[in-house]
């Protein structure tokens, strides 16, 4: 390796260290003060904290790279442009791309390296996240309630259930559902106004408050029977659904690009057999398994979209190079995961083809980058042919002979 070549990524490897470390920790404080709440309201134990952080810190690490290699570009350019250093190699005949070629490269391996997270570490970590999870909730249940979401722990008895808020006086679940397919094909519906969650011998109860039961004839009819109820008491048995182990889920988060693309095939072929009674749901999960595919590729890439745009930027820093570059970086991180944030959107509601919703951020950034390098590179060209013809004026003093 040349010796401007490991000056270069001597300058890069610090800063890159050091803001993955703190964008790492930036990311997860939100993840951890949600743990925390939870924990501490729910009662669990401290040890449950530190195995979900554990299982979290893939997926932050997955973000945080391309940060820090973005921010490390520009300071360590930032830092070389304040010190003058760039303008020295240049003044000894040191081109752009001399300076570019090895840290262009690094964005290069780090892409890699993230992408390699992305395939292997990252649904390993996801899976046993929702494991623990549900080990969690086998030890304390209140751990699933979540207003204003259809809970299905209990769907292999037949019951799905959901409640809509929480009344902070009481803590009673208001305005709670309940579907409860008690005879093949004919589903019962239970609206109650409250309900608490209670143990009694270890058992998990649900009580009803003020609330009614509609259910079909059994004669075949079309008739319901509605039976209105005072006070209600549901047994749940969660132990049985929550059971921790080799948890398998076709959630996408959880599959490898091989198993994600078998996914999408056979949700298309779902589509292709049944196309006059495909429902809403099936559609939205094959527009949100393709964005997941084309996500595990775009987000490590986004580190060489980054080098591109980085690398002109830290160029023009010069006094105060640390600061300017950090800043810079900064708005072009933001930039980068609003239009994120918006592809995915868009792909997930159909708007926009998942590939090009995930990769358009990439495109953006790294076209912004491929402009400034031009202009960089076409400013040096210009300074050359300026100074072409322009002499060095020589003084010689003449000392007068006595």
């Keep these: 390796m040349k010796i401007l070549s490991r000056y270069c990524l001597k300058e890069f490897i610090p800063p890159f260290l050091i803001s993955l470390i703190c964008f790492t920790c930036i990311i997860l404080f939100d993840e951890l003060f949600r743990l925390v709440k939870l924990f501490v309201k729910k009662g669990v134990s401290p040890l449950y904290l530190i195995e979900s952080l554990m299982y ?8 945080s790279i391309p940060m820090a290699a973005l921010v490390a570009i520009l300071l360590a350019l930032g830092r070389l442009s304040t010190d003058s250093e760039i303008m020295a190699m240049r003044a000894h005949g040191v081109g752009y791309h001399q300076l570019m070629i090895p840290l262009l490269s690094a964005t290069v391996i780090l892409s890699v390296i993230d992408l390699v997270l992305m395939e292997y570490v990252l649904p390993k970590a996801t899976l046993a996240s929702v494991s623990l999870k549900r080990d969690i909730q086998r030890h304390n249940p209140a751990l699933i309630l979540e207003e204003g979401t259809v809970m299905k722990e209990l769907q292999s008895e037949g019951k799905i259930w959901m409640y809509e808020s929480t009344d902070p006086d009481t803590e009673r679940m208001q ?69 921790r182990g080799d948890y398998k889920s076709r959630h996408p988060q959880t599959m490898q690009v091989g198993e994600l693309k078998e996914h999408i095939g ?94 358009f951020p990439n495109i953006v950034i790294g076209l912004l980058g491929i402009v400034f390098i031009t202009r960089m590179f076409g400013e040096g060209k210009l300074h050359s042919w300026r100074d072409r013809d322009r002499k060095v004026q020589l003084v010689v003093n003449r000392s007068a002979e006595s």
């Design 175 to 243: 305005n709670v559902k309940i579907w409860d397919e008690y005879l093949p094909g004919k589903p019962r519906f239970t609206l109650a106004k409250s309900a608490t969650l209670g143990y009694e011998n270890g058992d998990a109860k649900l009580k009803l408050y003020d609330g009614h039961t509609y259910e079909p004839l059994s004669d075949d009819s079309e008739g319901f029977r509605i039976t209105q109820f005072k006070q209600q008491t549901l047994a749940l048995d969660f132990k049985r659904d929550l059971e």
């Design 56 to 63: 979290v810190m893939p997926a932050t690490v997955v973000l």
């Design 266 to 359: 056979q949700l298309e072929d779902t589509i292709k057999q049944r196309p006059d009674r495909t429902s809403e749901y099936t559609l939205n999960r094959l527009r949100y398994a393709r964005v997941e595919y084309h996500k595990k590729f775009a987000i490590p890439f986004a580190c060489l979209a980054f080098g591109i745009i980085g690398i002109p930027l830290g160029f023009i820093v010069k006094k105060n190079g640390k600061m300017i570059g950090f800043g810079i970086g900064l708005a072009v991180i933001l930039l980068y995961y609003l239009l994120l944030q918006v592809g995915q959107s868009s792909g997930l509601s159909g708007n926009i083809h998942p590939a090009i919703a995930m990769w």
